[in-house]
Protein backbone atom coordinates (compact mmCIF):
# COMPACT_ATOMS: atom_id res chain seq x y z
CA UNK A 1 0.00 0.00 0.00
CA UNK A 2 1.34 3.36 -0.96
CA UNK A 3 2.07 5.67 1.68
CA UNK A 4 2.50 9.62 1.52
CA UNK A 5 3.42 11.93 4.05
CA UNK A 6 3.49 15.58 3.42
CA UNK A 7 5.64 18.33 5.53
CA UNK A 8 6.50 21.77 4.72
CA UNK A 9 3.55 23.75 4.87
CA UNK A 10 3.26 26.93 6.84
CA UNK A 11 2.17 30.62 7.34
CA UNK A 12 4.30 33.10 5.36
CA UNK A 13 3.97 36.43 4.07
CA UNK A 14 3.11 37.60 0.09
CA UNK A 15 6.26 37.23 -1.68
CA UNK A 16 8.18 34.81 0.36
CA UNK A 17 9.33 31.52 -0.43
CA UNK A 18 8.51 27.69 0.93
CA UNK A 19 9.49 24.27 -0.18
CA UNK A 20 7.05 21.57 0.85
CA UNK A 21 8.22 17.43 0.94
CA UNK A 22 6.55 14.76 0.38
CA UNK A 23 7.89 11.48 1.32
CA UNK A 24 6.76 8.19 -0.61
CA UNK A 25 6.51 4.57 0.58
CA UNK A 26 5.18 1.14 -0.64
CA UNK A 27 5.28 1.19 -4.39
CA UNK A 28 5.45 -1.93 -5.91
CA UNK A 29 6.96 -0.71 -8.93
CA UNK A 30 9.52 1.68 -9.77
CA UNK A 31 7.15 3.08 -12.51
CA UNK A 32 5.01 5.99 -10.71
CA UNK A 33 4.32 9.70 -11.17
CA UNK A 34 4.38 11.60 -8.11
CA UNK A 35 2.01 15.05 -8.31
CA UNK A 36 0.98 17.97 -6.30
CA UNK A 37 -2.11 19.08 -6.20
CA UNK A 38 -3.69 22.12 -4.56
CA UNK A 39 -7.26 22.48 -2.96
CA UNK A 40 -8.49 26.55 -1.55
CA UNK A 41 -11.38 26.58 0.61
CA UNK A 42 -14.78 26.53 -1.12
CA UNK A 43 -12.74 25.57 -4.45
CA UNK A 44 -11.88 22.52 -6.53
CA UNK A 45 -8.82 20.62 -6.01
CA UNK A 46 -6.72 21.41 -9.17
CA UNK A 47 -3.45 19.89 -10.35
CA UNK A 48 -0.30 21.99 -9.58
CA UNK A 49 2.98 19.38 -11.53
CA UNK A 50 3.81 16.02 -12.12
CA UNK A 51 6.84 14.16 -11.68
CA UNK A 52 7.45 10.38 -13.06
CA UNK A 53 10.18 7.97 -12.63
CA UNK A 54 12.42 9.25 -15.22
CA UNK A 55 12.38 12.87 -13.99
CA UNK A 56 10.33 14.50 -16.71
CA UNK A 57 7.75 16.80 -15.51
CA UNK A 58 4.66 18.73 -16.12
CA UNK A 59 2.67 21.83 -15.21
CA UNK A 60 -0.43 23.68 -14.86
CA UNK A 61 -0.47 26.38 -17.03
CA UNK A 62 -1.34 28.79 -14.50
CA UNK A 63 1.83 27.96 -12.54
CA UNK A 64 4.11 29.95 -14.86
CA UNK A 65 6.98 29.06 -13.44
CA UNK A 66 7.01 30.32 -9.49
CA UNK A 67 6.67 26.67 -8.77
CA UNK A 68 9.30 23.89 -9.73
CA UNK A 69 8.70 20.13 -9.01
CA UNK A 70 11.88 17.50 -8.40
CA UNK A 71 12.23 14.27 -6.96
CA UNK A 72 15.43 12.77 -4.69
CA UNK A 73 14.87 8.77 -6.17
CA UNK A 74 17.21 7.24 -3.52
CA UNK A 75 15.03 8.72 -0.88
CA UNK A 76 11.56 8.68 -2.29
CA UNK A 77 10.58 12.02 -1.67
CA UNK A 78 9.32 14.52 -4.10
CA UNK A 79 9.41 18.32 -3.45
CA UNK A 80 7.56 21.35 -4.81
CA UNK A 81 9.50 24.84 -4.48
CA UNK A 82 7.15 27.63 -4.24
CA UNK A 83 8.33 31.24 -5.05
CA UNK A 84 6.79 34.55 -5.21
CA UNK A 85 3.72 33.29 -3.01
CA UNK A 86 0.85 35.17 -3.24
CA UNK A 87 -2.48 35.06 -0.77
CA UNK A 88 -4.44 33.04 -4.03
CA UNK A 89 -1.75 30.45 -2.86
CA UNK A 90 -3.30 30.21 -0.10
CA UNK A 91 -4.55 26.13 0.48
CA UNK A 92 -4.43 22.37 1.38
CA UNK A 93 -1.34 21.12 -0.27
CA UNK A 94 -1.36 16.83 -1.08
CA UNK A 95 1.03 14.91 -2.90
CA UNK A 96 -0.60 11.90 -5.15
CA UNK A 97 0.74 8.94 -6.74
CA UNK A 98 -0.30 6.80 -9.20
CA UNK A 99 1.47 3.41 -11.29
CA UNK A 100 2.99 4.26 -15.04
CA UNK A 101 4.74 6.62 -16.23
CA UNK A 102 1.90 8.86 -17.51
CA UNK A 103 1.82 12.50 -16.61
CA UNK A 104 -1.46 13.96 -16.05
CA UNK A 105 -3.23 16.22 -13.97
CA UNK A 106 -6.41 15.13 -13.08
CA UNK A 107 -7.15 13.56 -9.55
CA UNK A 108 -9.21 10.76 -10.43
CA UNK A 109 -6.00 9.71 -12.40
CA UNK A 110 -4.32 9.30 -8.85
CA UNK A 111 -5.24 6.68 -6.27
CA UNK A 112 -3.05 7.50 -3.55
CA UNK A 113 -2.90 11.10 -1.21
CA UNK A 114 -1.12 12.14 1.25
CA UNK A 115 -3.29 13.74 4.34
CA UNK A 116 -1.91 17.42 2.97
CA UNK A 117 -0.23 20.25 4.75
CA UNK A 118 -1.56 23.69 4.74
CA UNK A 119 0.08 26.69 2.77
CA UNK A 120 -1.09 30.28 3.85
CA UNK A 121 0.51 33.39 2.72
CA UNK A 122 -0.66 36.67 4.30
CA UNK A 123 -0.12 39.74 3.07
Known amino acids: QVQLEETGGGSVQVGDSLRLSCTASGFTSNKNVLAWFRQAPGKERQGIAA???????TYAAWVKGRFTISQDNNKNIMYLEMKNLEPEDTAMYYC?????????????????WGQGTQVTVSS
Open 96 to 112: AARSGQMLILVQNGFNS
Open 51 to 57: INAVGAT
